[in-house]
């Protein structure tokens, strides 16, 4: 079993920048990727990017150079720098995280940009 947090959300200003933390807690199992996801309002969940153990890392269209994604493999841990953060970027910040079998997700963080 794996149980997935995140942490770091919060309110900020048009312009700002937040870094999300994601923990994926296991009982030995290996994490092979993990990624991001957000759903902003009136929106379905959408991928914003993932990253492996080896750190390839992908991203979506909408967060290209302004969102960072990185891991720690030792800690089980992603993380996503926000820069430049827009009102449109208001919306739950999900973990996903995933062995060889199974995906998991946490509860989501929120965040929310004021103009």
């Known amino acids: 079993q794996v149980r997935v947090v995140e942490s770091g959300g919060g309110l900020v200003a048009a312009g700002g920048s937040l870094r999300l933390s994601c923990e994926a807690s296991t009982s030995g199992e290996s994490i092979t990727v993990m990624g991001w996801y957000r759903q902003t309002p009136g929106n379905r969940r959408e991928s914003l990017g993932t990253?492996?153990?080896?750190?390839?890392?992908f991203y979506q269209d909408p967060i290209k150079g302004r969102f960072t994604i990185a891991r720690d493999n030792d800690q089980n841990a992603a993380y996503l720098q926000m820069n430049n953060l827009k009102p449109e970027d208001t919306g739950v910040y999900s973990c996903n995280a995933q062995t060889q079998i199974y995906s998991f997700w946490g509860q989501g963080t929120q965040v929310t940009v004021s103009s």
């Open positions: 990253i492996f153990a080896d750190g390839r890392t």
